[in-house]
Nanobody, 115 residues
Framework: QVQLVESGGGLVQAGGSLRLSCAVS????????MTWDRQAPGKQRELVARMTSGGFTDYADSVKGRFTISRDFTKNTVYLQMNSLKPEDTAVYYC?????????WGQGTQVTVSS
């Protein structure tokens, strides 16, 4: 059974930091590309950060220089370190694992940034 379980969301003031975690099980973690996506109320889901199985990373322009994606292959976990948070970062954040036709999502974790 494939599971992606996000944690680490919460309420934080603008300028603060949070670290999201996504624990992955049931797949060959090292062979999957991992992304963090987010969806704000009334908006489409958008890609925030991506790390390929080979370690290549890229970010949405809106989070470059503030967010960092990383993965721990010993723990089958992917992280999103979020610094200098802004109210517009408020959203539900989702973890995704993809490899070819296989595509899995977590249940999401709420991040709320107060001004």
């Amino acid at each position: 059974q494939v599971q992606l379980v996000e944690s680490g969301g919460g309420l934080v003031q603008a300028g603060g930091s949070l670290r999201l975690s996504c624990a992955v099980s049931g797949i060959g973690f090292s062979t999957f590309h991992m992304t963090w996506d987010r969806q704000a109320p009334g908006k489409q889901r958008e890609l925030v950060a991506r790390m390929t199985s080979g370690g290549f990373t890229d970010y949405a322009d809106s989070v470059k220089g503030r967010f960092t994606i990383s993965r721990d292959f010993t723990k089958n976990t992917v992280y999103l370190q979020m610094n200098s948070l802004k109210p517009e970062d408020t959203a539900v954040y989702y973890c995704n694992a993809a490899s070819g036709p296989r595509d899995y999502w977590g249940q999401g974790t709420q991040v709320t940034v107060s001004s």
